[in-house]
Structure formats: structure tokens, C-alpha cells
């Protein structure tokens, strides 16, 4: 039962984690220039940063616990070579997320927030654009090959040397 558990936890959370960045980057590629409409550059900068907080980060954080809860309490994945290749991309999308897209997202939102109140320079708005839509979708990539991973689970075995 517990195995069952781990396993939905697991594929509920990369689904709403892959969702979330599907619709982060369709979000992202919608922005206006915020000289031409500062106003609506806020409001998606803010659906943004809801998406990123409310979606995106606990879909994360389900997918790694789950996992490395589902690692711990199946002995059949202690020995297979794709469940730690998914361990160590779990870490690098956990950092990834958090360093690459959550943290920019938040902050730019702040910064929009404070342009349409005048404390900042519309100028210093949208610096990030680009840098965050190339994230989403390499961390989309690695999020899409570890479900890959865990569908089709690869076993890799030491070739033997034939002896003559």
C-alpha cells in the first residue's frame, strides 16, 4: 500500500510540476514590453509568481519527498542505476527551480509592483525575460526525461569481457 501511495504522490506531483512550467512558459511568452503596458506586465508577472508559489514549488517538493520516500521503502530500487540518475536530477531541478525560476519569478514580480507604483524605473523591468524561458524549458527537459526514466526504467549492465 505504501508503495501505491508513494508511486500517485509521485505522478500527481510531476504532473502539476510539469503544467506549472508549461504554463509558466506559455506566461513568460506573452509579457508585453513593459514601456508599452506596465499594467498587464504586473498582472502576469503576478500570475506568474502564483504559479510559481502555489503550483510549481509543492508539485516539486511532492515529486522529491514521494521519491525519495518510494527509494526507501522499495529494496528493488536500491541497486537500479535509473532510480539514482533520478535521484541526482531530482537535486539538480530542486536547485534549478529554486535558484533559476522561483526566485527571479518572485523578484520580478516585486519589481513590477513597485514600477506601477513609481519607486522604480520602468527601464529595470524584464532583464530576466529570456534567462527565465530558457530555464523552464531545460528544467521541462529534465523533468520530461525523468518521467521517462521511471516509465520505461532502463537497466544498464556490466558488458563481459569475452575471454579468448
Known sequence: MQRKVMKFLHTMGAIGMLGAMASLIVV?????DPEQGLETYRALRDV???IARW???PSLGVTLVSGLLSMAITTAFHNAGWAWLKLVSGVVMFEGTLLAVQGPIEREAELAAQAVSGELAVSALATTVAAEQASLWVLGFVASANVVLGVFRPIWRKRKVAVS
Open 28 to 32: 513568460n511568452a506573452l509579457l508585453p
Open 48 to 50: 506568474m509568481d502564483g
Open 55 to 57: 503550483v510549481l514549488f
